[in-house]
């Protein structure tokens, strides 16, 4: 069931009849909200851990000319080979390109969010080449054609019942709702096509410039088998995913496990520099990096450049109320929740309905207070609005709503009389002191909440008599 | 009738929710301040922060409705909202909205003396027991804009605790978003219910008699709920709550 | 070229927003904490403790023979007559080649790489367990350093269902700060010289995403254990 290329409305609207994805969601961000506060709840001091995240995050991106050079030529001087990539074409064409020149048949791949930004799976496919998801979650929705709905728990919208079925029937799992088989299932199956592979494809958590290498973080070990398993390994790496130096992994490592699944540090960090050295056991014989631009190095110098320090622990999914509720695929792009409102339309421009995804928050700032780099998430969906007025993308009636709001607010005679006006008109529809129906656009709150009738005199007017009365009295 | 006299002086932003809907919002702050020996100012003609046209995008809508208010509040000393929304819209969003304009500075300056009601009640007055009184469970909803941008809640609690007579019952996901968020209760309306209905599920969880909250518009929200689903749950704003008004109002 | 362009479009952004970068960017120090947790007097039982929460196990014990004998006891359990290990000099524990020599135990050759790569992961895959030493450890969180390279294969932490890791006393630290200062110290500049890979393990291999079951054991080993001498 691909909700894709439906309109935003139309996929909030199946979102929210969608019993079993409720379900799933509010166990999923339940648990990842309260792993996530115990976690840096049992820190000593959590907000200086996060001040820190966010200043080594800022000191990257005020460099990060000079530190993708530095990162490329560290690389490069090991041995490992770098692709510079201004859009997804030139990424794809690039590691099309390797595997058919290297007579790659078949791919495994660890997460990378950046290659669903650009849709590599499809393009390999295409050239003809097998590529396969080996994170568990990201395998299970490869296998049933969909796409992550959470950064962090891709398949957290598929009940256990759902996955085994699909394991049956790719697997040829016997049926079962147990877990551990499924789990084991998996893991056989899995590691035939790692031991197989040509080649492995990895995201990139952070490069870091000072030592020319990458960090790779996760829990299942997919990643270390990705990496180390096949002859030539891909990583890659948005170009904003940078640190310059190895110390600075004590911070950021801290606050990406905390704030993703509340744990103290992901399993498994592997911090690789260039393919195997000569007389190194194992490792890749040929490292490549894919360093990803996609409009990121323009968003740098426009007002949407902290978004940038993001580093993808999805803690603002799982907090927000309006993610709870309708899930990842409602937002329609690769990056969902409260961030992806904000990196979808900067990423992916073009989606037709993005300008829509900023409205899809009630600004509660929830998102700002679990980002471990404190991003101002609320501050930039509010400037992506204003971006999408100055565009004239809203609805229709918007305009007139507002200019007649602003009039009467501007003007103290008009807004006393519409105020008398639209008092006397709620007055006429009361029942029981309250309104159940209103009139367009307003039936959208009577929908399913009641309104007040607006009282016989407002604060001003009972104010300017008490105040008369005073003077007199 | 005698003006009370006192060393304070605030100027009263009942803000444009409370006063064209509730006026008895505006009249409990009143009464809670004047106990207080504050001596209260209501400049003439002041309407609205600009907080919907921002929200909405329309940034020279608010622009105007905002550049009119500070204008209107300019020299008039500490400002007082019983609204941690439009507190916070003051203090943290006119920066944004006035950035490189000519009110960048008075908006900065109108941002330093600007407060939501139980902020200069407990943090400037150190005022914790106003002389409440209700006969009833009370559950405290913290409203987001004045938790996260003003960090309003502890002085709510502390003013509440010292209601005679209630019982002050925690309220499961108290700091959760109600669901109203401005044009979005509208805009996305579909969202804004389902994020309702599970508030409503925590009120009634808490069972409780009085659902109290600093914002007029998240109380129009969770009431507008509860009322539709002919809760006998009531919804009110913290001021009726301290001034003794709670059934001043219908619904 | 793409580089340069690249490359360009970013000087152009940093020069409207550098300036306001490079105040946040001085908004709080960058150096991280040695710990973060408030450290334990006896370090190993920290990490013991914090290992136990991560399902993996921790044997603190007196001396090599101790040692020994644990290693002997879970080869054993395991009926393991071939690992994927570190060469036996690596791993600092005496006694370990004649341990493994009497029980009939070999070590498989884990050089994966040239022509016969498939083929000799396929000879690697059955093995039950995987033997190395490690950097150092990390008390307050559990965690396993091992720096790759000649003679420490990634493998042999990786790919059998158990992994045994021999750890001396004097190699915990309290925190992950304080493990990369350690590294930096005991490496300098030559961290990555003659070795590609450092990695950092907290227990078994784990995954939430059945329905957010916590399960072992999906790529990585399952089980952890290590010896602590």
């Known amino acids: 069931m691909s909700t894709h290329s439906l309109h935003f409305f139309d996929r909030v609207d199946t979102a929210l009849h969608d019993e079993t994805l409720r379900t799933a969601l509010n166990r999923a961000t339940a648990r990842f909200v309260g792993n996530r506060s115990g976690a840096i709840g049992a820190l000593s001091d959590a907000d200086t851990l996060r001040d820190q995240a966010r200043a080594i995050r800022a000191h990257a ?23 510079w990539a201004s859009d997804g074409e030139e990424a794809r064409r690039y590691i099309a390109e390797l595997a058919r020149s290297r007579g790659v048949r078949s791919i495994v791949k660890s997460k990378s969010m950046a290659s669903e930004e650009i849709h590599l799976n499809e393009a390999l496919e295409r050239a003809g080449v097998e590529v396969v998801e080996t994170d568990l979650g990201e395998y299970i929705i490869q296998i049933a054609g969909e796409t992550p709905s959470h950064i962090i728990a891709p ?29 084991r299932a998996a893991r056989q199956a899995l590691r035939q096509r790692f031991l197989r592979a040509d080649m492995g494809i990895s995201g990139v958590n952070f490069g870091i410039a000072d030592e020319g290498a990458v960090v790779i973080v996760e829990n299942e070990g997919n990643a270390r088998l990705t990496t180390s398993v096949p002859r030539i390994h891909v990583a890659i790496m948005g170009i904003e995913r940078i640190v310059e130096r190895l110390e600075d992994l004590g911070v950021m490592l801290q606050v990406l496990a905390r704030s993703a699944t509340g744990q103290k540090l992901s399993v498994y960090t592997s911090i690789i520099s260039g393919p195997a050295r000569p007389g190194e056991a194992d490792g890749p014989e040929e490292f490549h990096l894919v360093l990803l631009d996609n409009g990121r190095s323009q968003i740098l110098g426009g007002q949407y450049a902290e978004a940038l320090m993001c580093i993808r622990c999805g803690a603002c999914l799982n907090a927000c ?10 937002y329609g792009g690769v990056y969902s929740g409260p961030i992806g409102a904000i990196l979808t339309p900067l990423l992916q421009p073009d989606l037709p309905d993005n300008y829509l995804l900023p409205y899809a928050s009630s600004l509660c700032g929830a998102c700002q207070e679990v980002c471990p780099v404190r991003i101002a998430i609320p501050d930039l969906l509010l400037r992506l609005r204003a971006d999408a007025v100055r565009a004239g993308k809203f609805h229709p009636i918007e305009k007139p709503a507002i200019q007649s709001y602003a009039a009467m607010m501007n003007n103290p005679a008009l807004y006393r009389v519409g105020g008398k006006f639209a008092r006397l008109g709620t007055r006429l529809l009361r029942r029981k002191g309250r309104i159940r129906r209103l009139p367009p656009p307003l039936h959208l709150w009577t929908r399913g909440r009641d309104f007040p009738a607006l009282p016989a005199q407002t604060f001003s007017e009972w104010w300017e008599e008490r105040e008369r009365q005073r003077h007199n009295g | 009738m005698s003006t009370p006299v006192g060393p304070r002086r605030v100027t009263l932003f009942v803000t444009c929710i409370v006063d064209q809907l509730y006026p008895e919002i505006g009249k409990a702050t009143v009464e809670i301040l004047e106990r207080q020996g504050v001596a209260i100012h209501v400049p003439r003609g002041l309407t609205c922060c600009g907080q919907m046209a921002f929200n909405g995008g329309f940034r020279d809508e ?9 204008e209107l509040l300019r020299g008039q000393g500490d400002v007082v909202l019983p609204s941690g929304s439009c507190a916070a819209m003051i203090r943290h969003l006119y920066a944004e909205l006035f ?3 000519p009110y960048a500075g008075p908006a900065a300056e109108l941002a330093a003396r600007t407060y939501e009601l139980t902020e200069y009640l407990v943090d400037v007055l150190g005022v914790t027991d106003v002389g409440a009184r209700f006969r009833g469970r009370i559950s405290y909803h913290d409203a987001c804009h004045g938790l996260r941008f003003l960090g309003v809640g502890r002085q709510a609690r502390a003013l509440l605790a010292n209601v005679q007579e209630a019982e002050v019952r925690p309220l499961p996901n108290c700091d959760t978003c109600c669901g109203f968020g401005g044009l979005f209760a509208i805009k996305q309306y579909a969202i804004s219910e389902a994020m309702l209905e599970r508030k409503i599920h925590d009120v009634h969880a808490a069972e409780t008699d009085l659902l109290v909250t600093g914002d007029a518009s998240c109380m129009t929200q969770i009431a507008g709920g509860l009322s539709r689903r002919g809760s006998p749950i ?18 | 070229m793409s580089r340069d362009q690249i490359l360009a479009n970013l000087r152009t952004s940093l020069a409207s927003n550098r300036s306001w970068l490079e105040k946040e960017a001085s908004a709080a120090p960058h150096a991280a904490p040695p710990f973060v947790h408030p450290p334990a007097a006896n370090l190993v039982a920290q990490f013991s403790a914090e290992l136990a929460k991560l399902e993996g196990r921790t044997y603190p014990v007196a001396d090599a023979e101790e040692a020994l004998e644990v290693i002997g006891r879970l ?13 036996l000099e690596q791993i600092d524990l005496s006694g370990l080649p004649a341990l493994l020599a009497a029980r009939g135990v070999s070590v498989l050759d884990a050089r994966v790489h040239g022509a016969a790569r498939k ?13 190395s030493g490690v950097d150092c450890a990390i008390a307050e969180s559990g965690t396993l350093v091992l720096r790759h390279g000649p003679g420490r294969p990634r493998l042999a932490s990786l790919l059998a269902p158990t992994h045994i890791a021999v750890a001396h006393r004097s190699q915990l630290v309290r925190g992950l700060g304080e493990a990369l200062a350690f590294l930096r110290e005991r490496y300098g500049a030559a961290l990555f010289d003659p070795t590609s890979h450092l990695t950092f393990i907290s227990g078994p291999s784990r995954t939430a995403d059945i329905e957010m079951t916590l399960s072992l054991g999906i790529h990585g080993p399952p089980e952890v254990h290590v010896v602590v001498l």
């Open chain 1, 61 to 83: 991106l005020s460099r990060l000319d000079e530190l993708l050079v530095r990162l490329a030529e560290r690389v490069e001087a090991r041995g490992g080979r770098v692709c």
């Open chain 1, 155 to 183: 398949a957290i919208h598929k009940t256990r019942e759902q996955i085994s079925a699909l394991f049956e029937q790719h697997l040829g799992m016997p049926p079962t709702t147990e877990v551990p088989p499924m789990i």
């Open chain 1, 321 to 330: 109320p309006v993610y709870q509720s309708i899930g990842g695929h409602a």
């Open chain 2, 62 to 70: 608010s622009y105007a409705v905002a550049g009119r208010t500070i």
């Open chain 2, 99 to 101: 950035a490189h304009s």
């Open chain 2, 234 to 251: 009531r919804a009110r704003h913290i001021a009726e709550v301290l001034a003794n008004m709670v059934d001043a109002r219908p619904v």
């Open chain 3, 75 to 87: 080869l054993d359990e395991r009926e393991a007559r071939q690992v994927i290990a570190w060469d």
């Open chain 3, 119 to 131: 083929e000799r992961l396929q000879t690697l895959e059955p093995v039950s367990v995987c033997l």
